[in-house]
């Protein structure tokens, strides 16, 4: 058995367990029921498309003569729903601010644990990066 065909079981499971969980939360706010027949199905379905996905995420990286899946990866995959790509959009910034956020906190920690800041480092604002750093 390959690694990957060695984890699917466990993953079938998440896929399963989290699905039940979901259909108890809407059975609960919607007053209905599922059936465990409807849960096995909706869970196979979610991990089929899931697999689907990867495949494809790893097709437009290959495409692009890349061996890391990115963020446009997920993009272009999300092009179908708009609403998707929008909350994917909006999530990727939130990281990129909250990445910028981290960053100046360690420069603060770093500047005041080595001495004084320049006055140069006082006056950047926060979240700059030099173009290097942008080119990466």
Same mark, same amino acid.
């Given at each position: ?43 196979? /379905? $979610?991990?089929?498309?899931? =697999?689907?996905?990867?495949?494809? +995420? &790893?097709?437009?990286? @290959?495409h692009a003569k890349r061996s ?19 909350? /994917? $959009?909006?999530?990727?910034? =939130?990281?990129?601010?909250?990445? +910028? &956020?981290?960053?100046? @906190? ?31």
């Amino acid at each position: 058995l390959s690694r990957a065909g060695a984890a699917e079981p466990r993953l079938k499971a998440a896929v399963h367990y989290n699905v039940g969980c979901l259909c108890q939360e809407v059975a609960e706010d919607k007053d209905i029921q599922f059936s465990k027949q409807t849960i096995a199905a909706i869970s196979e /379905i $979610t991990f089929r498309q899931c =697999e689907i996905f990867a495949k494809d +995420l &790893e097709m437009f990286a @290959r495409h692009a003569k890349r061996s890391t899946i990115n963020l446009d990866d997920v993009k272009l995959l999300a092009r179908r729903s708009r609403s998707l790509e929008k909350y /994917i $959009t909006q999530k990727a910034e =939130e990281l990129v601010l909250n990445n +910028l &956020e981290q960053k100046e @906190r360690k420069k603060k920690k770093s500047g005041t644990t080595k001495g004084k800041r320049t006055s140069e480092e006082q006056m950047e604002p926060i979240g700059a990066e030099s173009e290097d750093s942008n080119m990466a």
